[in-house]
């Protein structure tokens, strides 16, 4: 008894120590001005509000006359500005509900807004109608859940997707999914390819060989589980590992299969990175970011152990069918290695119809040659002095794409002369390297372009980060004439996310020019996407 006594005393003198503080507390905090209203000093309520709840404030093409549900503005005439994706627009008329206005010429796509007293109101989209769109009939739904960097179209009419992914529409539940899928001429994931487990890493491209099999290339070391798939393999056209069954040192003398092993067929690779593959002349052309060359040496080889060769190569090499390395390509034979090379990373190449090969990136020179972030290479893997880059770019060029139609070749990236001419991280090439002086780029904000294309109707696709161009709000996407000013009625859409690894052009289903894009794509005019879109182009 006396203990619980003790502990209550205690208990009420505690009680009695923090209301003595509290009642401190508040006297300090009236002393000090403390506790006044904590909302004093804001902005009045001016009773402006959107009536449209929903995702659509309206349509409309530039020049047609649109109204607008707003309430509250009428005591306000003449003291508001509304705008339609950051252009502002012209209000012609208003009563205590609507709002009528004028589309402007450069909208685009985007949410409306009120400024008024220095107080934003923010309503839902406005769509702008146009000449690009997304295609409603192209049924990728998701897409993919990771990058795609490459599409193929195959003989069939259907494409051989590329990248990072191990999904696609949510199907690697039936069976795995993992850097490659076949999906039908509208988007859909196909049955049929015999891929297996795939790769263990990324695949960034592909190219069909006249056998009917498929050379694919990337950063990876085994497919299908079979190691020796070393950044570069060989399919068979359904889609399996084309392999062979070798002659190895067998350990274990009572179980004679284990002096066989089954391994890809091309026994040929890389330490590193392939971006692209050609094939000429029954050779194999690599190119990306790898430093060497090498193959096994299955003779001295056990199952568990292989013996691998290697041979220093950068960025450049040349291989037979069967993958043993062509030393008449940039090879030193003095030395028993490949020449330097560039002095920095490849980002993309191309090969053109002499077979003479582009490459672009961020390096300066070219086996010992000055080459700024841009060179062509001769059929024997030297420097082609005949190529007119002059200065080159002064940054890093990120992409190229060459129109075997137009001749033309897109750079982009993050330089800003090219030669010595302006251009704003765009510029247009001619065949021989030098520029083309009828394309004038102009100039972005808020960011810088990723990716550049003509397509075959000489209109020109421009993809990244940038918010505006020339002064016009431009999120991320634009569509240029030949002679980089925006194109009429093309220009519609809205926010674009995401960067675009290829681009090829189809049709939709409905018969219109199309593109179908791919890579790192989240958005394409405010839309969520997978990855991979297909756009109208009417």
Known sequence: MILIYIKQVKIKRLMLLLMVMATVTFSCKKKNGIGEDPYGGGKMPL????????????????????????????AYQGKFEFFINEIKTEVTSLTDS????????????????????????FGPKFTIEGKVSLDPTFKAKNGSNGTIADILLLQDGSYLLMGSFTNYQEKAAAAPINGIVKITKDGEFAAGLKAGKGTDGVLYTAIPLQSGKFMVGGSMNSFNGRLGASG????????????????????TPLFPKNGLDTVPAFNGGV?????????????????????????????????????????????????????????????????KKGYPGVNG??????????HKIIAVGAFTNYNGSPAKNIVRVDTLGAFDPTFKTGS????????????????????????KNYNGVPADGVAMLKSDGSIDPTFKFGALTGGFATHAIQLNSGKILVSGTFKTYNGIVRQGFMVLNGDGSLAANYNNTGVFEGSVFKVIET?????????????????????????IVRIELK
């Open 47 to 74: 009773g402006v509000s959107f009536a449209d709840s929903g995702e659509s404030a309206g349509s409309g093409v530039p020049g047609d006359q649109a109204t607008i549900k707003v309430r509250g503005l009428l």
């Open 98 to 121: 609507t709002l009528n206005i004028v589309v402007p010429a450069n909208a685009s796509s985007g949410g409306t807004t009120i400024v008024l007293d220095g107080q934003t109101f």
């Open 232 to 251: 570069i393999t060989r399919l068979n056209g359904d889609g399996s590992l084309d392999t062979m069954v070798v002659d190895l040192i067998n350990l």
């Open 271 to 335: 330490l590193g990175t392939v971006n692209r593959i050609y094939a000429v002349d029954n050779k194999i052309i690599t190119v990306g970011r790898f430093v060497g060359y090498r193959s096994t040496f299955y003779e001295r080889s056990t199952r568990l152990s292989k013996i691998v060769d290697f041979t220093p190569m950068n960025a450049f090499a040349r291989m037979k069918l069967n993958g043993t390395l062509d030393s008449t390509y940039n090879f030193d034979k003095a030395n």
């Open 345 to 354: 990373m490849i980002y993309e190449s191309h090969m053109q119809p002499d």
């Open 392 to 415: 080159g770019a002064d940054g890093d060029i990120l992409s190229m794409v060459v129109n075997r139609v137009t001749g033309s070749i897109m750079i982009s990236g993050l330089f």
């Open 507 to 531: 049709t939709s289903a409905l018969g219109n020019p199309a593109v179908i894009m791919v890579g790192n794509i989240y958005k394409f005019d405010s839309q969520r996407v997978g990855n």
